[in-house]
């Protein structure tokens, strides 16, 4: 780091050398610390403006509590650069989301001020709640700071938390951040509540000189306590947070560093729990993040005089498998006026972005609620509708036992749409999806659907589509081989593999994404490759063709080889009598870590070398 263009900065190997500064010089250290940001993202790429948005919250916060042994639990993660940068990484922050680079996100294995592991929204209250109660059972004096945006509050976990809290009395402290924005601009009625929450001058000046001139002892002060919260009850809704048990204080400015100081200190007089509700800009510092924080939530490597480049056309472009799901949802929606899109807070990322604008009484934005998403696609199906919903593999964990028991034991017409499937690459495990074949397929009546390219992807959604009972399409993250996608929408056979060539001994069946690396080993060793198409139902007559005619059968997937298809190949073959050598090619029963896609495969072995290794290890011990 620049010593002469970040003096104090340069001088913070962790939070303990800016708590020695004067307190005066704290705002320097912010914009010291937001400039370092823009410069080191924009040389390497990463989540962008969720950070700048949190610069004084982070200062603020390192400065009042005596952290690692106050913990604080960063919500999602996507904020919390300028936490690392403070807390010892800043040499390093150009490596992050790399390949044996920093994480993404918070990880507890980084750093002891790395309290809690996250990556999906709306844990830091139930974590921190429990960092607070374990800390009380053990007699150990620790504040707990858990940090969450209003996007992450629209979820239902928070509430839980909050409800769960506010009965017991800890010591912690919510920061609720309000920026009026996820990933997208958030909707939702708490976003509304939140917006009326005394966002205007009026009452905050009034209570912020009061508090200034009155005596805490005074009548006065008690008085005009008790006047407060009868004004926070005519005119905000406030008390709802009261309702739960939590002292609720704000909103304030998020980027006034004093006011920011004194107040988390003297919250840290108040036992019990508390609400610090503060309104930040996201991309603050910055005006291009500050006028699009959408574009710039997570960017690629920029100038950053210039700002981000505006992405050039391809001359022959290839559609990723997210655009070929939304072109296909628009097209279907012509065609079906029955047809209902649903995403949890996904709208830029599943896809939905044209769907929206051309359908927008048949679009539903349901903020980041997943189980609410999954039964309310049920609702809509038992009403005749034909909901379709675009989620992350990742995110569709959350709403496991909405999809059985709402959607699957009813039998529903519902098509999940799943994206991200398999390696995700740059955001690492917490967002990989990796288990998605093997939780859905042990249960009953799913459909699901594994695409080798662009077209194949668009067909089954098509066929999914048309499934009387709940079906699964699930792609990988970026583009595909580069197929010419059919514009004409025609459904599969269900069940029915693609026989591609026919070989020797050896057959590889291959699901999903991990065609392309089966095809180039397959011709290296000669051997027979089938497109298995379904993973559920699987085509049993090809399979056993297969196993009668080869010595050894290979199957390949992007997803845990735990339970996953080619379990389904073992079970299948076991059911039926039938012997025969099977190699089982998967994700390993290991977290991958971050880094580029082709770096994550090559890392779980399913690149083509990977796989042609795995391959001749069991030839060899074959021959041996």
Known sequence: MNKDKFPLLANIAKPADMRQLDEDLLPQVADELREFLIQSIAASGGHFSAGLGCVELTVALHYCFDTPHDRVVWDVGHQAYPHKILTGRAEKIETIKKTGGLAPFPKRGESEFDTFGVGHSSTSISAGLGMALAAETQAKERRVVSVIGDGAMTAGMAFEALNHGGSLNPNMLVVLNENQMSISPNVGAITKI??????????????????????????????????????????????????????????????????????????????????????????????????????????????????????????????????????????????????????????????????????????????????????????????????????YSTFLQRAYDQLIHDVAIQNLPVLFAIDR???????????????????????????????????????????????????????????????????????????????????????????????????????????????????????????????????????????????????????????AGVTVQVLNIGIPDRYIEHGSRDDCLAMAGLDAQGILEQINNRLGDSNA
């Open 194 to 391: 939140l917006a009326r929450m005394m966002i205007g001058p009026t009452v905050t000046n009034i209570r912020e000189r009061s508090k200034q001139l009155m005596h805490r002892d005074s009548r006065v002060w008690r008085f005009m306590s008790r006047w407060e919260e009868h004004v926070k009850g005519m005119i905000v809704p406030s008390t709802l947070f009261e309702e739960f048990g939590f002292n609720y204080l704000g909103p304030i400015d998020g980027h006034d560093l004093p006011i920011l100081i004194r107040t988390l200190k003297t919250i840290q007089t108040v036992e019990g729990p508390n609400l610090l509700h503060i309104v930040t800009t996201k991309g603050k510092g910055y005006a291009p993040a500050e006028a699009d924080p959408v574009k710039y939530h997570a960017v690629g490597p920029f100038d950053p005089d210039a700002g981000v480049a505006d992405k050039v056309p391809d001359l022959k472009p290839s559609p990723s498998y997210t655009e070929v799901f939304g072109s296909w949802l628009c097209d279907m929606a012509e065609q079906d006026k029955n047809l209902l899109a649903i995403t949890p807070a996904m709208r830029e990322g599943s896809g939905l972005v044209e769907f929206a604008k051309r359908f927008p009484d048949r679009y539903f934005d349901v903020s980041i609620a997943e189980q609410h998403a999954v039964t309310l696609a049920a609702g809509m199906a038992c009403e005749g509708s034909r909901p379709v919903v675009a989620i």
């Open 421 to 575: 499937a398999g390696l995700v690459g740059s955001d690492g495990p917490t967002h990989a999806g990796s288990f998605d074949l093997s939780f859905l397929r042990c249960i009953p009546n799913m459909l699901i659907m594994a695409p080798t390219d662009e077209n194949e992807c668009r067909q089954m959604l098509y066929t999914g589509y048309q499934h009387e009972g709940p079906a699964a399409v699930r792609y990988p993250r970026g583009r595909g081989i580069g197929a010419a996608v059919n514009s004409t929408m025609q459904a599969l056979p269900v069940g029915k593999a693609d026989v591609i060539k026919r070989g020797n001994k050896l057959a590889i069946l291959a699901f999903g994404s991990c065609l392309a690396a089966a095809t180039e080993v397959a011709e290296k060793l000669g051997a027979s490759l089938v497109n298995m198409r379904f993973v559920k139902p699987m085509d049993a007559n090809v399979i056993h063709e297969m196993a009668k005619s080869h010595s050894l059968l290979v199957t390949i997937e992007e997803n845990s080889v735990i339970g996953g298809a080619g379990s389904g190949v073992n079970e299948l073959l076991a059911a």
